[in-house]
C-alpha cells in the first residue's frame, strides 16, 4: 500500500463547477499535510497547508480527518486556470521529508 | 530571483557516465532536500540535510548515489555509473528553520535522460 494515496484522474470539467480531490494517508502519526500544485514539467509549489480545523483560501477548502486519515480539497467555481496536477502531501515529521501521492490531474474547459 | 535555483536545467548522457547537479537554496534556509519525479508520479524523497549535515536517506539512495552540502549552503547530487532508469526529475526543495520549516520550497528541477 502507498503511503499517501489519490485519484489520479483525469478529471475533466467545465469552468464554473466545483471539484472535489481526496487522499488518504497511512502513517497515523503524521504531522503536517499539504495540497501542492504542478503545473506540466514545473515545479511543485504549495497551494495550502490543511489543518484540523479545516481552512479556506478564496475558491479553495481543504478538509483533514485525522481519524480516518483522510484528507480533502474542493475547488469552487473552476477557472481554467486551475487546469494542473493537485499533489497530496504529507510530512511524517516536521521539517522532515515530505510524502508525495501520485498526483490528481485537473482540466477546466470552456 | 531568490528562489531555490538548479543547474543544470538538462543533461543527457550516457550510460554508465557520471553526473553531478547543484542546487542553490534559498538564502538562509538551513534545510536542503533531493527529489525525483518520473513521470505520473508524484516526487519521491531521496536525502535531506539540515546545515551540513545529512540527516536521512531514502533505501531508493543507492550507493551509486551522493549527496553532499559541504558548507550548509549549496548542495550536489552525484550520480556514477548512470543506469537507463535514472532518467527522471531531480527536484531540490528547502525549508527554513522552526516550526515554519514544514513548507517546502522547490526549483525548477534537472531534467536527467540517461541514453
Known amino acids: 500500500r502507498k503511503e499517501v494515496e489519490q485519484d489520479p484522474g483525469p478529471f475533466n470539467v467545465p469552468e464554473g463547477a466545483t471539484v472535489a480531490f481526496n487522499c488518504t494517508y497511512s502513517?497515523?502519526?503524521?504531522?503536517?499535510f499539504f495540497w501542492y500544485r504542478q503545473d506540466c514539467r514545473k515545479e511543485p509549489k504549495l497551494l495550502m497547508s490543511v489543518y484540523s480545523s479545516g481552512n479556506e483560501d478564496g475558491r479553495f477548502t481543504a478538509q483533514l480527518n485525522r481519524a480516518s486519515q483522510y484528507i480533502s480539497l474542493l475547488i469552487r467555481d473552476s477557472k481554467l486556470s486551475d487546469s494542473a496536477t493537485y499533489l497530496c502531501?504529507?510530512?511524517?515529521?516536521?521539517?522532515?521529508?515530505?510524502?508525495f501521492g501520485q498526483g490528481t490531474e485537473l482540466s477546466v474547459k470552456p | 530571483d531568490t528562489g531555490v535555483s538548479q543547474d543544470p536545467r538538462h543533461k543527457i548522457t550516457k550510460r554508465g557516465q557520471n553526473v553531478t547537479f547543484r542546487c542553490d537554496p534559498i538564502s538562509e534556509h538551513n534545510r536542503l532536500y533531493w527529489y525525483r519525479q518520473t513521470l505520473g508520479q508524484g516526487p519521491e524523497f531521496l536525502t535531506y540535510f539540515q546545515n551540513e549535515a545529512q540527516l536521512e536517506k531514502s533505501r531508493l539512495l543507492s550507493d551509486r548515489f551522493s549527496a553532499e552540502r559541504p558548507k550548509g549552503s549549496f548542495s550536489t547530487l552525484e550520480i556514477q555509473r548512470t543506469e537507463q532508469g535514472d532518467s527522471a526529475m531531480y527536484l531540490c526543495?528547502?525549508?527554513?528553520?522552526?516550526?515554519?520549516?514544514?513548507?517546502?520550497?522547490f526549483g525548477p528541477g534537472t531534467r536527467l535522460t540517461v541514453l
Open positions: 502531501v504529507v510530512g511524517p515529521t516536521l521539517g522532515g521529508k515530505l510524502i
Open positions: 502513517n497515523s502519526a503524521s504531522q503536517s
Open positions: 526543495a528547502s525549508s527554513p528553520r522552526g516550526l515554519a520549516g514544514a513548507e517546502q520550497f
